[in-house]
């Protein structure tokens, strides 16, 4: 069982940036591989950025590629998304989720644990 808690969210104008952070329990955070989901009023949840156990290999949605970078910091049990260059675009609730291994990272529905979500306000 993992349990996952975002923090970092805000308000912000454009332009300006954010640091999103989420911490996991558990001493198997390691060897899960871990994203970033966002959902919008009357929008469906979609996938922002995905990072693998080993943090070799990152994905990215191609609305945020160049603006948003994920890491994680495995001794801290934290996932980041560093977010630049913000647009009102991206105001969203975003969510952290974590899957031990999973095939297709941009999906919802192959993660098995998530947080409970941060506000992210974009103003213009």
């Known amino acids: 069982q993992v349990q996952l808690v975002e923090s970092g969210g805000g308000l912000v104008q454009a332009g300006g940036s954010l640091r999103l952070s989420c911490e996991a329990s558990?001493?198997?955070?390691?060897?899960?591989?871990m994203a970033w989901f966002r959902q919008a009023p009357g929008k469906e949840r979609e996938f922002v950025a995905a990072?693998?156990?080993?943090?070799?290999?990152?994905y990215y949605a191609d609305s945020v590629k160049g603006r948003f970078t994920i890491s994680r910091g495995n001794a801290k049990n934290t996932v980041y998304l560093q977010m630049n260059s913000l647009k009102p675009e991206d105001t969203a609730v975003y969510y952290c989720a974590a899957a031990p291994s999973i095939v297709v990272v941009t999906t919802p529905k192959g993660y098995n644990y998530w947080g409970q979500g941060t506000q992210v306000t974009v103003s213009s």
């Open positions: 990072i693998r156990r080993s943090g070799g290999n990152t």
């Open positions: 558990g001493r198997t955070f390691i060897t899960y591989d």
